[in-house]
């Protein structure tokens, strides 16, 4: 008889349809029982295995400085700008430094060891941005078209981190060794549809727009856009004095010098709000700058850092901060390695500082830093002759150097020596002391008398061409450029629009733009009737448009090149 049928010839399954349950079967579940009670108990503990496995994770990412995103209660988070600076610019630095320390190969600069992701930099209106529409990407997390502080394409104004931070009670701060003016700063505290409009943008950092004043310090230069017009080292188109304004007006204590920044006594002693303005324009480059006249960009950095870190005690909001590194931008626009490589350095140690400041803070705080674009095209190689080039760059040309070519253009505009004198003056000071170079040709002295007007792009191809540094353009490029970040900051991690950075500060800080966009264009709205409906940022697109400045539309081509479509 078959092993498969039961006692009385059925077989079990014939058993159970018929209502009854065999002997094995009765066996079979019996031992079934025990192991689904087996199996429950196994599975119960493995539940609670994988919790506290999940909880003990979890503590292991906080120890690791992994934070919630975003992170509850009070918090800060600093962002930091380097101008113009592209993966290049880190190499050539990098390389520069080992150099000139005599340090081993793999002795990184601080940004190498924080570096976390790349940024695509195209605005609306080209794939090579400028640093208006790239600093609105940051400001507004939006696209909009080159030349656009905090707009829309459309000419309406967008709110800004720095604004929706101030609106939610957060203390906010600029510093900058540009103007203050200048596109970035501007971008975070201003709204005008073309960024020339620099007097505009001086009256609205201060409090003369819709919003009123929502910053809180401002370090920098650009003094000459705050002077009336009727006073020496103005550089305004009318008599508005607004230093006075920022006194009386809006409650700013100012110091506008060496000895004045040295009497905030490192933010130990410092009134807030503060408007600090140290130079007529610019400061001078990293190179060029001397200590006893103006201080640096990290020596700015402190003062912010301990300044706000002191007005927010005590309250349940921190603070924003943006810090720019503006004029590695302006070495890449003249083709000056020499300089670039100072401000990439100033940078860096400033970089070094805000991470040590962010890495100690009491409150949840990240520094996130990127470029707006990359200028000048830069390239560690260059070929000099027809021939195949050799594979060399040499950095230690730029470590002879002890000016900016810009500096040296300067001085050399304003000689009124003889033939002779002139030839000999440029020989010995500005080539020999200046640029550090000794074997200067016949050919390229004629070359520097035939633009004595404006030398400088011809100082920085002498220095670049015997350091063997390539440059593709004396304007900005459209190359990725680099993010970097401290812990808190995962969220960037690989390759991003530049919009994305701005969002990540919003989200980061839990702050509402739109809600700042709305109240900018329901209170700024002119009356009914008027050809400019925001008046009050400054001319409008129609009236940009009448003056040559078009920005509508998308990059195209304007050669021999036709789309097939």
């Known amino acids: 008889m078959s092993d498969n049928l039961s006692d009385n010839g059925h077989s079990p399954e014939d058993a159970l349809l018929g209502g009854h349950r065999s002997k094995k079967l009765a066996g079979r579940c019996k031992w079934q029982g025990w192991l689904n ?23 292991s990412d906080s120890s690791n400085g992994v934070q919630k995103f975003p992170p509850s209660g009070k918090k800060n988070i600093i962002f930091m700008v380097s101008d113009g600076m592209g993966p290049t610019s880190l190499a050539l630095t990098r390389e520069y430094r080992q150099l000139v ?23 609306s209106s080209s794939l090579v941005t400028d640093s208006a529409a790239g600093a609105t990407a940051f400001s507004c997390g939006i696209k909009s078209y080159n030349g656009a502080i905090s707009v829309l394409p459309d000419g309406s104004p967008c709110g800004t981190v720095l604004e929706a931070a101030k609106k939610a009670g957060y203390m906010t701060g600029l510093v900058v060794t540009t103007r203050i003016t200048d596109a970035t700063p501007a971008c975070f505290s201003a709204h005008v549809n073309m960024r020339m409009e620099e007097d505009r943008i ?8 819709p919003l009123g004043r929502v910053v809180d310090l401002i370090l920098g230069g650009g003094r000459c856009h705050f002077l009336p017009n009727t006073t020496s080292g103005s550089c305004r188109g009318d008599d508005r004095d607004l230093v006075t304004e920022a006194q009386g007006k809006y409650g700013f204590s100012y110091v506008s010098d060496r000895a004045g920044f040295d009497s905030l006594n490192k933010g130990k002693s410092v009134k807030l709000p503060l408007l600090g303005l140290f130079a007529s324009t610019d400061i001078p480059f990293e ?14 950095t402190e003062v912010a850092l301990r300044v706000l870190e002191e007005a927010t005690k005590g309250t349940d909001k ?62 560690l190689a260059r070929q000099l002759h027809p021939t195949y080039p050799e594979y060399l760059w040499y950095p230690e040309v730029l470590a002879n150097a002890s000016s900016s070519a810009e500096y ?52 920085s191809d002498i220095i670049s061409r015997r350091a063997q540094v390539g440059w593709s353009t004396h304007g900005h490029s459209g190359v990725d450029v680099n993010i970097y970040g401290s812990k ?11 919009t994305d950075v701005g969002n990540f500060i919003r989200d980061f800080l839990e702050i509402d733009l739109d809600a700042v966009t709305t109240e900018l264009k329901k209170k700024g709205v002119a009356r009914v ?10 001319r409008s697109l129609h009236e940009l448009a009448k003056d040559g400045f078009e920005t509508a539309g998308v990059d195209c081509y304007h050669g021999d090149f036709k789309h097939k479509h």
Request: aromatic residues 8%; negative net charge; charged residues 25%.
């Open 37 to 59: 009670i087996g199996l429950g108990v196994w599975a119960t503990v493995a539940t609670v295995g994988f919790v506290v496995i999940a909880i003990a994770c979890v503590k």
């Open 101 to 123: 320390g005599g340090l081993e190969w793999d002795n990184t600069l601080t940004l190498d060891k924080n570096l976390i992701g790349t940024s695509r930099t195209r605005s």
């Open 202 to 209: 001086a009256e609205q950092q201060l409090g003369d727009y």
């Open 287 to 300: 190179i060029d700058r001397r200590d006893e006249d103006y201080p640096s960009l990290d020596e700015m």
């Open 318 to 379: 921190g603070f924003f901060l943006m810090v720019e590194g503006s004029r590695i931008d302006h070495a890449g626009h003249d083709n000056d390695p020499a300089a670039q490589v100072r401000e990439v350095l100033a940078y860096d140690k400033a970089f070094g500082r805000v991470l040590n400041w962010v890495n100690n803070a009491r409150n949840p705080s990240v520094l996130v830093g990127t470029s707006d674009h990359e200028t000048g095209g830069l390239s």
């Open 408 to 459: 040296l253009a300067a001085k050399y505009a304003v000689f009124t020596g003889s033939k002779h004198e002139e030839d000999k003056f440029l020989r010995k000071t500005i080539i020999a002391e200046g640029l550090g170079i000794h074997d200067i040709s016949d050919d390229e002295i004629t070359a520097l008398k035939d633009v004595k007007a404006g030398s400088g792009w011809a100082l």
């Open 488 to 498: 808190g900051t995962e969220k960037l991690r690989g390759n991003h629009e530049n």
């Open 529 to 538: 009737g008027s050809e400019n409906e925001y008046s009050w940022m400054g």
